[in-house]
């Protein structure tokens, strides 16, 4: 396994801290909880889509393109770091948002990520719930192909084997950081949505024999359809690093437990795990992804799914932004 082998833009700070969050462990009175810092990786504020748009720009680089185009839901974290890893290389960006929560309030709509979308010179065209987004990118690459443009097509969330490769590389660093400090992993938790960054982290966790157990907490689909997708991308991913079957299903476990009423709708128990975050260790999250992972493993903890000295590392998967789309959910 070596990810030199693959075009590649540096677009991330890495290595991304990895922190002990000695106030929320605490608090919890259980486990030792600490932190991968992916919200730090810099681009456009930063956040996980930044470390796959690194393989995944450096391909539309190579393919001699001119414009990306990428779609997600209003809110997208993965459409603010396309546009801007696009400006870092000169392209230009066609983002395409479906309003998956069917929300018409007017912070949702116009500000966090989509202010920002804007600001980077995206080109921003909402959907509405329910469109499908495949054959709207499509769609728009014939037009902007009939005009004598050159676009490459990024799925949404930057989750296909290239981009999945940024995650094979998190694993990688984070084992690196572990082994330096003589920390012992013994759960790796992160949420799980376009299934990217679970398909790469359990690739790089199976080909080091790291033994690390991953668990996505789901953010969308049911557990059975989750684990598939995430299985059926770390298969591929693994083809195209020729090692193939480095990862078995057994491998692959979401719970999907604390989606609540669907994607990108906030749940009390995300309230309360972005709001704890933020008043004991002055950490921001976000209110779609990471926060609802974050519900989930408190809740794990608070029924007893892990022993008191275990260490958990936890992926800060970014999406701060995301929290000025979401003012009235709080209602601080
Ligand atoms: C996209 C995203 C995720 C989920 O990552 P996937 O690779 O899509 O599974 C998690 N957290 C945040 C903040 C995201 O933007």
């Given amino acids: ?156 969330g930057g989750s296909n084997a290239i981009g999945a490769l940024g995650y094979v590389n998190c694993a990688i660093e984070t084992l690196t950081q572990a082994n330096d400090r003589g920390l012992r992993i013994d759960h790796f938790v992160t949420a799980t949505g376009s299934a990217g960054t679970q398909a790469g982290l359990v690739v790089g966790f199976e080909a080091t024999n790291s033994n690390i157990p991953l668990l996505g907490i789901g953010v969308r689909a049911p557990k059975e359809k989750q684990e598939e997708n995430v299985f059926k991308l770390a298969c591929a991913t693994a083809d195209m690093m020729e090692i193939p079957g480095i990862v078995t299903r057994d491998k692959v476990v979401a719970n999907c437990d604390y989606v609540g009423g669907g994607y990108g709708v906030p749940t009390d128990s995300m309230i309360e795990a972005v709001s704890m975050m933020a008043k004991l260790e002055g950490i921001l999250m976000d209110p779609v992804y990471s926060g609802k992972g974050l519900a989930g493993l408190i809740d794990l903890i608070r029924k007893g799914n892990f022993k008191a000295d275990d260490n958990i590392v936890f992926l800060h998967t970014g999406g701060s932004v995301a929290l000025f789309g979401y003012l009235k959910a709080f209602d601080l």
């Fill in 1 to 156: 396994m070596h990810l030199s082998r693959f075009p590649r833009v540096h677009l991330a700070h890495l290595p991304t801290p990895l922190e002990l969050l000695p106030n929320f462990s605490k608090a919890l009175g259980g486990p030792n909880i600490y932190i991968k810092r992916d919200d730090c990786t810099g681009l456009g504020s930063g956040g996980n889509k930044t470390r796959k748009l690194e393989f995944l720009i450096a391909d539309a680089v190579a393919q001699n393109a001119d414009v990306v185009i990428t779609q997600g839901a209003t809110q997208s974290n993965h459409a603010r770091q396309t546009v801007a890893a696009a400006c870092k290389v000169g392209m230009d960006c066609e983002i395409l948002l479906e309003n998956r929560t069917e929300s018409t309030e007017r912070d949702y709509v116009e500000s966090g990520n989509v202010f920002l979308d804007k600001l980077f010179g995206a080109g921003v065209t909402h959907y509405s719930k329910d469109t499908d987004m495949v054959e709207a990118m499509e769609v728009m690459a014939a037009d902007l192909k009939a005009k004598g443009r050159r676009p490459y097509i990024i799925p949404g």
